[in-house]
């Protein structure tokens, strides 16, 4: 007896990471244009790309966070940030090998969300956000003043190990031939986006995963059918800021100077808007979603400003035109977030995501309609 | 002493401005369960608007700040009726998330129109002093002072006297009940953000008066508004007045104080006080001074 291809008959099969055969060739493509991908792209591309999977690094554990358990934190910079700054100290001040210092940020992000994440969950909905909103202007001013390990105001260099082994993740060799800094990150970077991708998939089908999501959609049934709120609201921060720990550490290796500025106050609630507007963009309560709006967000501003030092954007002030226009490049960027969470949260909750769902289920009954 | 009783006095003209703001943010709270992060754009915007009806076209100055309330109130009527009101119904998280969005388009505009630069508001006050009793207190801070207190009298009276007033509290007990008098929600909510609006530009207006000029920055501090909206209660006005007069107070008296007595804090401790403040109510008291507690029924 011939069976459609989508018939689920049990849970397993309900969740399987790999469903179909299709699913296993576009895992195959993609980690063929992971492999590629530094061989045929331009320096400043990679650059992008990599700044993208730090992007999206982070954006899977907001996802976790406010996709799969409901909850809004402005205050992913600030993790961001701690795990730059913890990168840069025991990276480079204590000289941990990468190994150590990678996992030790990680830990310490979850730990530092473990501690915060009851006083900020102790309410439900909107004052998160509030206590979180605090938490960035409390991070900015730890920043500026604990001298000793961040630099002050003026920010520090981040001089952290990069071996594994014989391996310098900045400088590959491999099979004889020699990688330059751009190509070496791409790949260590994108790695890691996979294993991260793959334990948020892994977490989220699971019982805490499926506990998680019982909190998002209705917290007082979840409650009276025995889940408890504040183990999984507080375990979901936790992961969350640890995923936002790791992604700030990459990002201080990648970028090599960091300062309190970018991960807290003006900037820092800027930062954690892009992390929200990723997740909205690419798809709330989805792993691939997270990715797929990184792209989008995470690359938008690098291309708007680099086509800006090429040619005249119109409208726009401080590019190549001159000074002819209203809005300079920094307020488009700025106001086109704002304006891409808005029109998504109107037309698209659901994101890019959903439009590929669609597409999908379109073609999978082609040619008939339903 | 004296030196308690200035910082005092600039702290409670700080606190004034922070009530403003924070009214503006309860009145939609109340109303329609939205908190509004763009209150800080509003913020920007009608002080902007004062500038530009005053410095620009040369109306007076009291005509100017009238204008840019009404300029306010038409702004938060517009957003509410094309963005908000399509998400009635929505999560929580969607309707905080447009309002974010919201925030940005808005301080960013007006950054494409007046610029980044500094600029002078034009109130009659400037940097003028009087003297009472040793003590040195700024004019513009005297008429923050008054002016809020006028705002809010009028505001306290609107919604005890008028049947409109009557009807928007009703509607924010229930909304059924009140729909069911004959009470529009709609119309309503569109109210609640005009009103709200109108407050903004006003507390825009004394942020930006006096020696302190006027920059796209004073939108964040319509954020550190937020504490004493939790201060007070998420839900209650007479809450956001003492929430704001207290957490203005106490960051005038932290700035008078830390450098001296706790160093080891850092500098500019004083600017994230309100947050410190905002945190040790959270745990002792959660939903303010004045706040409903939340019942949850199954």
Sequence with gaps: MARARDLHVSYAQHVRLVSSRWMAVGFIALAAAWLLAPLVLSEF???????????????????????????VSLGHAFFIGTGAYAAAWAGGDQGWP???????????????????????????????????????FLGEHVFNNWESVT?????????????????????????????????????????????????????????????????????????????????????????????AALAGGLFGMLQRYISPTEFGGQLGLFLSIQYIAIIIVG?????????????????????????????DIPFVFGDAGGQDGFISVFSLNQALFGILIIGFLLFEPRGLAAIWLRLKAYFRSWPFSY | MTEFLQLLFQGIALGS??????????????ATG???????????????????????????????????????ALLGAIVERLLLRRMVGEPVFAVLMITIGLLFVLEQSATSMWGFDNLNLGDPWGIETVEVADLNLAVADLWTIGLAAAAMAAF???????????????????????????????????????????????????????PAQLAPGISFVALAAFPAMILGGLDSPAGAVLGG??????????????????????????????????????????????????????
């Design chain 1, 151 to 243: 630099g002050g105001g003026a920010g520090r260099a981040v001089e952290a190990e990069t071996t594994i082994g014989p391996l310098d993740v900045t400088s590959l060799e491999l099979f004889g031939a020699e990688f330059d800094r751009e190509q070496s990150l791409f790949w260590f970077i994108w790695l890691l986006v996979g294993i991260g991708a793959l334990v948020a998939k892994n977490l989220v089908r699971t019982r805490p995963g499926r506990a998680m999501q019982a909190v998002r959609d209705r917290d007082l049934a979840a409650e009276v059918i025995g889940v408890s709120l504040a183990r999984y609201k507080v375990g979901a921060f936790a992961i969350s800021s640890g995923y």
């Design chain 1, 283 to 311: 798809g709330i309560g989805t792993v691939f979603g997270s990715i797929l709006g990184a792209f989008i967000v995470g690359a938008m501003p690098r291309i708007i400003e680099s086509v800006s030092q090429e040619q």
């Design chain 2, 17 to 30: 401005q922070y009530a403003l703001i924070a009214l503006g943010f309860v009145v939609i709270y109340k």
């Design chain 1, 45 to 71: 591309q990679l650059d992008v790309g990599s700044r993208v999977a730090i992007f999206a690094l982070g954006a899977i554990g907001l996802n976790l966070l406010t996709g799969y358990t409901g909850q």
């Design chain 2, 156 to 210: 306290f009276a609107f919604f005890r006297y008028t049947a409109t007033g009557v009807a928007m509290r009703a509607t924010a007990v229930d909304q059924e009940a009140a729909a069911a008098q004959g009470i529009a929600p709609g119309r309503i909510f569109a109210l609640a953000w005009a009103v709200s609006g109108a407050v903004a530009a006003l507390g825009g207006i004394t942020l930006a008066a006096g």
């Design chain 2, 245 to 298: 007069i207290i957490i203005g107070v106490t960051q005038s008296l932290t700035a008078g104080y830390q450098p001296d007595y706790a160093e080891w804090l850092g500098t500019n401790f004083h600017t994230v006080m309100p947050y410190v403040v905002m945190i040790l109510i959270l745990l002792v008291r959660p939903y303010g001074i004045f706040g409903t507690r939340e019942v949850r029924r199954i």
């Design chain 2, 34 to 72: 939205v908190i509004n992060f763009a209150q800080g754009g509003f913020v920007l915007v009608g002080a902007y608007l004062a500038y530009n009806f005053n410095q620009t076209w040369d109306l007076p100055f009291p005509l100017a700040l009238l204008l840019a309330m009404a300029a306010g």
């Design chain 1, 98 to 136: 990468l190994w150590i210092w990678l996992p030790a940020i990680t830990l310490l992000g979850t730990a530092l969300g473990a501690v915060i994440g009851p006083f900020a969950l102790r309410l439900r909905g909107n004052y998160l956000a509030i206590v979180t909103l605090g938490l960035l």
